[in-house]
């Protein structure tokens, strides 16, 4: 890392001395179970030298989980190490959204299943007391 943006630091929870050459600092961020995952883009990525876009979230010092995307171009070096030029952005707000959207399109699917149940048990009764009647 050779250059972190004070949205970076806040993002992170990080500050750019701490990372400026130790990238681990970064990596020690990650969801552990995100990680794995990451790592495998990024080399996906550097063997490619494609254009990487993938979210993950980091864990900040104070436990709080931010959900990052993360959108980098690799470069080859002449001495064969991959420079990568990109940037991250947090995107907690779109995922908790998108979260929200689900879970109330799931309990309007449910509601619309106790509507029809409520149609079918009353035309069952109107159909009984047609019966007795």
């Not at 080399?43 to 876009?53: C, Y």
């Not at 010092?61 to 080859?76: L, V």
């Not at 030029?85 to 309990?107: P, Q, W, Y």
């Amino acid at each position: 890392i050779d250059y972190m943006s004070d949205g970076a630091e806040r993002i992170w929870g990080l500050r750019a001395t701490e990372t400026i050459g130790d990238p681990g600092k970064v990596w020690g961020t990650l969801d552990p179970e995100d990680l794995a995952g990451v790592k495998a883009s990024f080399a996906a990525h550097t063997l490619s030298q494609t254009r990487l876009q993938t979210q993950w979230r980091v864990i900040l010092p104070d436990g709080y989980k931010r959900w990052i995307e993360c959108r980098a171009t690799p470069t080859r070096l002449p001495s064969g190490d991959t420079l990568w030029d990109g940037f991250v952005i947090d995107i907690s707000d779109l995922v908790a959204a998108r979260e929200a959207l689900r879970e109330k399109t799931e309990m309007r699917g449910q509601a619309q299943k106790l509507e029809a149940i409520g149609r079918i048990s009353d035309a069952i009764a109107h159909d009984f007391n047609s019966l007795l009647a």
